[in-house]
């Protein structure tokens, strides 16, 4: 292919690795030489200095070429880029720039026929000589042809001549390496996943737009080389097979081909033989199986364009004969521009002049009108994208100016349409009133034209169309208006950062205070504000979005001006007043495609300029009818925090971004009208009332509350308070829902309030119970809304500061009795400071103990009082977690072990009394033998009563044998006796050495009685008889005990 200054690098490539750059610098660096032109063949040599340490490299250089086209080319290097490479440039730009110092020569037949014989056979003997290793096989056998009579070469006049170009009737291409294009494309398409395979694959798709605009035929050469290539790719029947959809950027690249193909069959200059030769290869490559289906529920003869409103389609009838059309492949609608012609004399004349009007015979074409009131040109009878597919066909293959002309004809068609279309729904909505309110004056007429509109509204949309038919009228009226820079670098968009693109006022010819530029911004917003159905598939849908972005990025590099800014304006007004054929009309389909994102550019567009339409059109594009519907408003989502709902709505796969879109509109709304009440409450009310997903209203909150706060200005409380309320609404919602961003919603709640002040806080304290769980408001909004940098930032008195500390105490002690089990050490904490409050606390726990607190809870609460000072309170609530405790004789590791023990040496610290009290509960409780002889062992080591709040001190220990530890004693044996019996009924030997061990620990807390010896032995004994069956055992017990 070729190298030129236009070649866009490859991502991250630096342009000293263009070939075009490179071989610039050759020439420059005077590496050229021995150039000679023999006819049309041009040879040379390039010397190009070899890396540090390796010699200079020579390399032969040959290029043919053929009325200014480069026919072939050949180098030692043996280039396998796609690309020619530097050296063939360097000879090219040398023939260019250096023309008087080549070296010219007739091309070499014209110098043989001056030749006699014996100069002949001298060349010829001299040159077999000085390249006899490489030709001499060739002499042979062109030698031996020659003096054989009949050959073949004795029958043809005269003999090649490399060097003297093509006859006039032979057709001249550029050479275009076919064997390399085929290998890059197969190699790009293998790495199908990375970034800039599929970038290289776009300049491609650029280079044959680039070859199809100087009217190159390799443009549809390259073109067919790259489709079989494509089609080949060994991932297609592998999607195929497995069912699955192709990857987005292989899915754009397919559409990029296929909108290719249509611009070559719909050229308007080729010749019918090549379009038949196209339209051969398309069909054949359209019945292949692997051949990518076009997505999206698009038409292939969609309604024509016409000057009033055409009948929508949208019947059942319609939708089941969509239901059961053929199967459309990407080529699809190129086979279809094979139909199209340019032949018509109307579209001749609209191309031919930009004077075009009507004549004094009166419209061609019959009843058909083919002008506006205005006189200006109309095209009509064709869809809207198969005209705007006219348009970008034009300019693909150098008609700039016809395709300037084709679409300001198409624009005034779609005016007219609009025009004919408000009037018509006007006309309607008047009916519908005057009819509505005869039959039923309570029958609201909104209602009435809701449910009428699906009969008038557009099931196919212009925005995300595979033509793209409003980005090509775009584009082709943009590209009149663009300012060129006088100096331009080598590769404008290869730095960091693009050159800003300005534009100006072109005028229109034939239509006085039009301009290109005007009509570019009138037909964008025509195509973003049209009320359209969502297509079907995920893709579909993805390209919707995308195409809408790709857009709204092309009108934001246009600077507005006074002539734009009332376009702006004129179209908004005409998008609020379009009913259903307008996408910010008061009527509104189901499934229609949101306005959020064109809504986010209008607004920020018109703000400046007329902040009234500019929010009337960004509050009516809030709606997203598809959840207005499912959930009546006040209504939360089924899953609170999953915006993306593809189990209730499995066409809309966008959802979840739409939704985002719709929240970054509200939010841009909200710091436009900071400072402006009436706007900021207005805003407010769509927000609750369009926005459904509790993730993005909090969202919402934070972004308010972080634009009320600046750091360097005073906060502007109307949005604080908007932003407390959103906030508040999704605590409401999210009420019964568990997930962990609960915890970051109430923390910030409690700070949004704090920002505006106690009253706030002291609000959601006392309306705790619609917003938190207990847990929530005893553990986060009290603890939070009473901590020191809370009350510092709030900057109190005394007498409001304990204001808001009984508010806290108030909701603390609301949530122990409401949830005691989590919230009453909470309360319990919290009301330390105040005596009633923390009597009531203190209450509520042990009525909730009465009820069956858990007694885990009652050791931690128990716990707490003894760390407060409170040992008597402390001992009190163990005795009520003993009463609730029962531990098995087999559960040593038992969770409440430890707190039992400490519950057992309160006791003891308290004194005798409270240790005789609790002896019974232990005995009762708890029925593990090693446990409670660990008890006993603990209370035993010295007096009771030692503890600092000790009621009395005894004179020494309290003795095993004697109460109140006797009965502990006797409990501790039984217990030892029952376990063993228990444990031997199903012992395996591998545990005899843990139950001898167990025996010894036994006899350790029989000893502790007077008779203890004698009870062990008779235990023993009996042990031996019972079991004697277990000899090995019984053996152990022996060796051990005797």
Not at 144 to 173: F, K, Q, R, Y
Not at 237 to 243: H, I, S
Not at 354 to 383: A, C, H, I, M, N
Not at 873 to 888: C, D, G, M, V
Request: neutral net charge; charged residues 20%.
């Amino acid at each position: 292919m070729y190298s030129s200054l236009g070649y866009p690098p490859p991502e991250g490539e630096h342009d000293a690795r263009v070939p075009f750059t490179r071989g610039l610098h050759l020439l420059q660096s005077g590496a050229v030489d021995r150039v000679l032109q023999v006819g049309f063949h041009l040879s040379g040599n390039i010397r190009e200095p070899g890396s540090p340490g390796e010699p200079e490299r020579l390399y032969h250089v040959s290029i043919s070429f053929d009325r200014c086209k480069i026919t072939s080319v050949s180098c030692g290097c043996d280039n396998r880029d796609l690309f020619y490479c530097a050296h063939v440039v360097a000879l090219s730009l040398y023939r260019i720039r250096h023309a008087h110092q080549v070296e010219l020569r007739l091309p070499i037949s014209e110098t043989l026929s001056q030749m006699n014989r014996d100069q002949l056979q001298k060349f010829v003997q001299y040159l077999i000589s000085a390249h006899h290793t490489e030709v001499l096989p060739t002499a042979q056998r062109l030698a031996d042809e020659i003096l054989l009579l009949g050959s073949e070469i004795n029958l043809v006049n005269g003999a090649p001549d490399p060097t003297a170009g093509a006859g006039i009737e032979d057709a001249n291409c550029w050479h275009l390496d076919e064997e390399q294009i085929q290998e890059q494309v197969k190699q790009l398409l293998s790495n199908g996943g990375y970034y800039g395979a599929s970038q290289q694959l776009r300049s491609m798709f650029s280079k044959v737009r680039e070859m199809l605009r100087m009217r190159d035929s390799n443009g549809a050469r390259m073109l067919i080389l790259m489709t079989e290539q494509f089609l080949q790719d060994t991932r297609l029947a592998l999607w195929r097979q497995q069912g699955a959809g192709m990857t987005d950027k292989c899915r754009q690249l397919w559409d990029e081909l296929g909108a290719l193909w249509v611009c070559v069959v719909l050229s308007p200059h080729c010749k019918p033989e090549e379009r038949a030769g196209w339209l051969q290869l398309l069909s054949r490559w359209d019945k292949l199986d692997v051949c990518p289906l076009e997505e999206g529920n698009y038409s292939f003869d969609g309604p024509s364009l016409q000057p009033t409103m055409a009948p929508a389609p949208g019947s059942e009838e319609e939708e089941e004969v969509a239901a059961t059309s053929p199967r459309h492949t990407v080529f699809g609608r190129a086979l279809l521009a094979g139909e199209l012609h340019w032949n018509d004399a109307y579209l001749q004349r609209i191309l031919a002049s930009d004077s075009y009007g009507p004549s004094l015979t009166g419209s061609v074409g019959g009843d058909k009108p083919t002008f506006d009131p205005q006189g200006r040109p109309l095209w009509l009878g064709e869809p809207f994208p198969t005209a705007c597919a006219r348009v970008d066909t034009l300019r693909a293959h150098g008609y700039p100016r016809q395709a300037l002309r084709l679409a300001s004809a198409i624009i005034n068609t779609l005016r007219l349409q609009q025009r004919h279309q408000l009037e018509s729904y006007k006309q309607q909505k008047k009916e519908t009133w005057a009819g509505v309110w005869a039959l039923s004056p309570l029958f609201p007429p909104a209602e009435l034209l809701q449910k009428g509109s699906t009969c008038i509204t557009n099931t196919e949309g212009w925005v995300g169309h595979p033509l793209d038919p409003i980005g090509c009228l775009c584009r082709a009226l943009l590209e009149a208006c663009r300012l060129e820079e006088e100096t331009l670098t080598l590769y404008p968009d290869s730095g960091p950062e693009k050159r800003k693109v300005a534009y100006q006022h072109v005028p229109v010819p034939g239509s006085p205070g039009e301009s290109y530029l005007v009509l570019a911004l009138e037909v964008a917003l025509l195509g973003l504000g049209q009320q359209r159905a969502l297509p079907e598939g995920l893709y579909a849908q993805d390209k919707v979005v995308r195409n809408e972005e790709q857009l709204l990025a092309l009108l934001e590099e246009v600077e507005l001006d006074e002539r734009l800014v009332q376009v702006l304006r004129k179209q908004a007004g005409l998008l609020l007043e379009g009913g259903p054929f307008s996408g910010f009309g008061e009527v509104l389909f189901r499934e229609s495609v949101p306005m959020h994102t064109c809504a986010r550019y209008l607004f920020t567009a018109l703000l400046p300029h007329d902040p009234d339409l500019a929010y009337r059109l960004a509050l009516r594009a809030m709606r997203l009818p598809i959840l207005e519907t499912a959930f009546p408003a006040g209504e939360p989502h089924p899953s609170p925090l999953d915006s993306i709902m593809s189990n209730r709505f499995p066409r809309w796969f966008i959802l979840g971004h739409l939704e985002t879109r719709q929240c970054e509109l509200a939010s841009t709304m909200l710091t436009a009208a900071k400072g402006d009440p009436k706007w900021l409450h207005t805003v407010l009310g769509s927000i609750q009332q369009n926005i459904h997903s509790p993730a993005l209203l909090f969202k919402l909150a934070q972004d308010a509350c972080k634009t009320a706060t600046p750091v360097s200005a005073p906060p502007d409380t109307t949005l604080l308070g908007i932003a407390l309320e959103l906030g508040l609404q999704v605590m409401r919602m999210t009420l019964n829902v568990m997930t962990w961003r609960r915890r970051e919603m109430v923390r910030w709640l409690v700070s949004c309030a704090t920002e505006i002040g106690p009253q706030a806080l002291m609000n959601i304290m006392q309306n705790w119970y619609s917003l938190f769980t207990p847990v929530e408001a005893a553990t986060i909004v009290a603890v939070t809304g009473t901590t020191h940098a809370t009350l510092l930032r709030l900057q109190l008195d005394t007498s409001r500061r304990e204001e808001l500390w009984a508010c806290a105490r108030t909701l603390a002690l609301q949530c122990a009795m409401k949830d005691p089990q989590n919230c009453a050490l909470p309360a319990l904490t919290l009301c330390e400071k105040n005596h009633s409050a923390f009597e009531a606390a203190y209450q509520i726990v042990l009525d909730a103990a009465a009820g069956g607190l858990g007694h885990a809870h009652l050791f931690t609460v128990a716990r707490y009082m003894e760390h407060r000072g409170l040992p008597l309170r402390a001992y009190k609530l163990a005795t009520l977690a003993l009463a609730q405790l029962s531990i098995a004789f087999n559960q040593d590791s038992h969770p409440a072990v430890n707190d039992v023990l400490w519950a057992c040496s309160l006791s003891h610290s308290l004194g005798r009394h409270e240790l005789s009290a609790i002896v019974p509960l232990i005995i009762r409780s708890i029925h593990c033998a090693p446990m409670l002889s660990d008890i006993l062992r603990r209370w035993t080591l010295s007096a009771p009563g030692l503890g600092p709040l000790g009621a009395r001190r005894a004179a020494k220990p309290l003795g095993a044998d004697r109460a109140p530890l006797c009965q502990l004693l006797d409990a501790a044996v039984t217990a030892y006796i029952t376990t063993s019996h228990s444990r031997l009924t199903h012992i395996s030997p591998r545990h005899y050495g843990d139950f001898i061990e167990f025996l010894g620990k036994a006899r350790e807390t029989f000893l502790l009685a007077p008779d203890g010896h004698l009870q062990f032995s008779q235990f023993l004994e009996n042990l031996k008889q019972t079991y004697k069956g277990k000899k090995k055992l019984m053996l152990l017990v022996r060796e051990r005990f005797g």
